[in-house]
Every structure is written in structure tokens, then in C-alpha cells.
């Protein structure tokens, strides 16, 4: 059963920083595509951003030029450099395998940006 822990959500200033962790378990981590995706109340959840076990990433319009996604396959973590937040960034941030499956979601780490 692979597990998907994420952290380092909170709250922060618009124009500030954080830096979100997704730590997994199993054996699929350094040969699967990974991805963060975030939901906002009322909304559906939508990709971030995803990185490809040789590193190559892609990101949603909306953060590039300001979100990082990068992994650390020795550790089996994937990580979210947000710079710049703002108020619309707030939601729920998940990792998970791209394509996503349901039983790999995590809790998610609450982001919130005030204005």
C-alpha cells in the first residue's frame, strides 16, 4: 500500500513563500511521473504541477514563473517551492501519481494567503 504524507502548508502573506513535502512510500516513486494538484472550496482539483522521474516538469499557467517543483528520489519526496502567493493560491495542496489513483490520496496541507 503506497502512502503519500503531505506537509508544510500554513498561513502566509500575499508575496510570501512556502515550501510543501510529499514523502511516499513503496517502491513506484522513482519510476513514476509525480504531481501536485490543489483544490480550492467550491472548486474542482487541478494539476499544479508535475515531474517526470528524469526530472523534466511542467506546470499549470497559473503558477509558472513562481511555483518549483522538484524530488529527491533518495529520499522519496517530492517537493512545492510556492514565491509570490496569492489570495488564489488558497486551497488543499495533494500529491499524487500521475494519473492519479484514488486510493493515493493523502490529507493534503491547507495553504492559505491573505491579502
Known amino acids: 500500500q503506497v502512502q503519500l504524507v503531505e506537509s508544510g502548508g500554513g498561513l502566509v502573506q500575499a508575496g510570501g513563500s512556502l515550501r510543501l513535502s510529499c514523502a511516499a512510500s513503496?517502491?513506484?516513486?522513482?519510476?513514476?511521473?509525480m504531481g501536485w494538484f490543489r483544490q480550492a472550496p467550491g472548486k474542482q482539483r487541478e494539476l499544479v504541477a508535475h515531474?517526470?522521474?528524469?526530472?523534466?516538469?511542467n506546470y499549470a499557467d497559473s503558477v509558472k514563473g513562481r511555483f518549483t517543483i522538484s524530488r529527491d528520489n533518495a529520499k522519496n519526496t517530492v517537493y512545492l517551492q510556492m514565491n509570490s502567493l496569492k489570495p488564489e493560491d488558497t486551497a488543499v495542496y495533494y500529491c499524487?501519481?500521475?494519473?492519479?489513483?484514488?486510493?493515493?490520496w493523502g490529507q493534503g496541507t491547507q495553504v492559505t494567503v491573505s491579502s
Open positions: 513503496g517502491s513506484i516513486f522513482s519510476i513514476n511521473i
Open positions: 515531474i517526470t522521474s528524469g526530472g523534466r516538469t
Open positions: 499524487n501519481i500521475l494519473p492519479p489513483l484514488h486510493g493515493y
